[in-house]
């Protein structure tokens, strides 16, 4: 049999995953059970089997660090500094991953002692490159917004427009004129209207709403989208 006489790099995955607890954005990390790192937090994520592809890899880590399963996934960078990890050469491919946080009861397993939710803006020291990492996540997740609707992944299936708003003010960091921010919205055609929350906030009962698929498949369909698209804001 073939030997290939070269050394060659090992194979990882890291899942930067955001989730949306209404008004600011969270990032899923693990406490490291082991060294390197050993009680460090760090992104899910782990080496790659022989018979599976990226895809599969961070699937299967995610599920095993933090019991998450099933949820958007995207590939968006490749990380292959040469001394990135002290064990051996080491390349990383990363993952945008979008939750909503509350379909999902974190289970700490494998080589993750804790598995546990951080504000995005309050993140404790991390292992390895994983600040930068997340730091490209973030900019990477708002780059996609603008263009195709993940964001509605990190929202329950029926939300206020305030939720909405903070949202996209929490993966863009900035802010937005109430008003002309839901007239925008509004006027995409891609929200479905759900009524009146049962639930009071500030003394009122907001709107509710939904993401039509349909209206965005049909929009894409015909070409008709780009001057609506309501992440290009």
Known sequence: MYQYKYPHAALT???????FDGRRLHILLI????????GSWALPGGFMKIDETVEE???RELKEETGVSNIYLEQFHVFSAVNRDPRERVVTVAFLALVRKSEFELIAGDDAARASWFLLDELPPLAF??????QL????????????PIGF????????????QHLFEAVNATTYDRRNFARKMNSTGLLRSEGQSLKASHNRFPNLYSFDEDAFDADIASDSLAPNNPFNI
Request: glycine share 6%.
């Open 13 to 19: 995955t890291d899942s930067v995953v955001f989730g």
């Open 31 to 38: 406490e490291r059970g082991l060294e390197p790192f050993k």
């Open 57 to 59: 890899c961070a699937m």
């Open 129 to 134: 490159d994983h600040l930068e990492i997340v």
């Open 137 to 148: 996540g973030r900019k990477r997740l708002a780059e996609i917004m603008r263009n195709k």
């Open 153 to 164: 992944k990190l929202l329950d299936k029926t939300f206020s427009m305030n939720e909405l």
